[in-house]
RNA sequence: GACUUGCUAGUUCAAUGGAUAGAACGGGGCUCUCCUAAAGCUCAAAUCCGGGUUCGAUUCCCGGGCGGGUCACCA
């Protein structure tokens, strides 16, 4: 709630109170914008008062609207006027009152930002009082390249990692990296056995698509033996077992969990040929992390973990030594924990992390960005490490997100139908460089560098804005046969929007808030009311975790500056007052669309 | 099957229980001697079905239909 919806409600409380005798609560009052149609700004919707003040809504929207008029502050009045349709109360605010808000941002370097997170830190005491969210995202196995699904959950994880920061938390971006497992030995197993000594040098691949191509050849070559074994009347069960691949495959594990020095030298020679192709692929898409934790040293902790549970009850052995927790009376199943020859699963790992975390971090507050289908699997863990008594256990949040889809369904890696991450961003710079090159006029006298610059910009916004616009809980489409768009509600409208203020306010003179006029026409103020909106669109991002209000609020600002833009002068505007109040708009504005796209992760052109 | 989640123009997405359900792309029609036309203006086009709660339901509840997902000693 801005200042103005603040003072708004007190008076509308205030009102309520004298007229009808009652104190209204904070959710009665209901204040939206007021729709283009009526005349007026802001929206009271008085139904929820028409039941104690026995009227019709009609009138109980007049007689609200009467007595803000005759009490408000005399001195410095805030509602111009009003009118009152059925059960809506359409007040008209007026125009130095907005002029004063638009200064007020001007001055505002923090503007949309938060000092603390709600609740917390009473006395602005936040600076070194603050609490500490850490969001775990990415989390990739070591196996084969990123794909789009993984683009999701990066730009998503980073974009909400720098919303909670705009609202105040300190924030820790973490990663947890699946780097052992029966999954990355059969990359292994298959550059032993049909590699020659390929590596990332010799054969000009990144690291991470060489050790996925041997992924993808260890599936083939697997089939292959499968299909012979059947063929010689082997059922497929027991084919899938015995497939001497897959054999090979276990016994590679078992050597690294008995730390065989030949099988850990390759495991960590071909880790790093992934980690320097990963790490690429996250700088392009401008994410980063603060602090790296690998599956390697977290499972051994977990496993201890679970044995201290084991010893204070609250987990059980079975008889053939397998370990579980027992989640009936929470209304879940029984959960596996460790299997029955004492290796751990995927439940124990997490636990083990989040026991290193702990002792690392004083975490108030853990978020996971990881895919809806692992639902159960985060139930199961908040109840798992409530009882193995970490504080932020009961309280985790598992940031659910949906699955991008394809056409024709699901991406599934092993058929071949996976968009991968450094192609797309590829595809997207590119794209953004060919449209570049027809706007001759704006981009003369740039350097070729400074094109590719613009480009890289522009591409990776487009994607970006074209992600993180949805909802993030909901599953999305992508069609690799249509490209992403590049006008119309994209990231690069927004950019363009605020390339052209810059090329504006490049060719203008310094601002003077002083000077400018205290006259508006509607588009301007139009504007300065969602300047206004912008830190409680901060705030509703943060709550509710979603980097898509960011979106919607960015381009519906461009688009209001943009109709401005059409039909009212900045430059050419002969009086010096209304000028200066255009400058100061259109400055305020690239401020806060930068802003708000930094939220996003998105970079922002000078010119474009 | 159980649990869970979703269903809105031709397509991809919006809409704290509020006024005539918004955009974009695609389709039709306009606007560059004018601060960047990656723009602006304009026309046609949608809430899966049936009940209920409410002054008011795309939104909440119940039933049905159709899609996701999860129910592994995989991660």
Redesign the pocket.
Known sequence: MNSLEQQITSLAKSAVKALYGVEAEDSQI?L?K??P??EGNI?L?V??FVKTARKAPQAVAQEIGEWIINNQMVNNPMVNGFNA????L?LTISDSFWVEQLKAINADEHFGRFKHPNGKCPNGKCENDQMLMMVEYSSP?TNKPLHLGHVRNNLLGYSIAQIQEANGWKVVKTNIV?DR???ICKSMLAWLKFGNGETPESSGKKGDHLIGDYYVRFDKEYKKQIAELTAGGMDEETAKREAPLMLEAQEMLRKWEANDPEVRALWAKMNEWVYAGFDETYRRMGVSFDKIYY?SNTYLEGKSEVEKGLASGAFYR?E?G?VWADLTKDGL?EK?LL???GT???MT?DIGTAKLRFQDYPIDKMVYVVG??????FKVLSILLDRLGFPFGKELVHFSYG?VELPN??MKSREGTVVDADDLMDKMVAD?RE??K??V??LQGITEEEANE?ARM?GLGALKYFIL???P?????F?PAESI??????G??IQ?TY??I???LR?AESLQPSAVSSQLDPKELNLIQRLCEYPSVVRTAGEEFSP?VIC?YA?ALA?DF??F??D?????EPDGQKKALRLLLAANVAKVLRSAMALLGIEMP???
Do not use: W
């Open positions: 209901q939206q007021t729709r149609e009526f929206t919707v139904f929820p349709v059925q059960g809506f359409n196995n699946n497992g029966i999954h599956e079975r053939d397998s199943d596996l299997r029955s020859d751990s699963v995927y790992q809806n289908e692992q639902e159960y699997h699955m369904g699901k953004a449209i570049s027809d706007k006029n704006t613009i522009v616009k949805v909802d809980r909901k599953n999305m489409l069609n768009d590049f006008n119309g509600n994209t690069p409208f363009y390339a052209r810059q090329s504006v060719k898509a919607n381009y688009c943009n109709s833009y059409h009212l002068s900045i430059l050419n000078e010119r474009m």
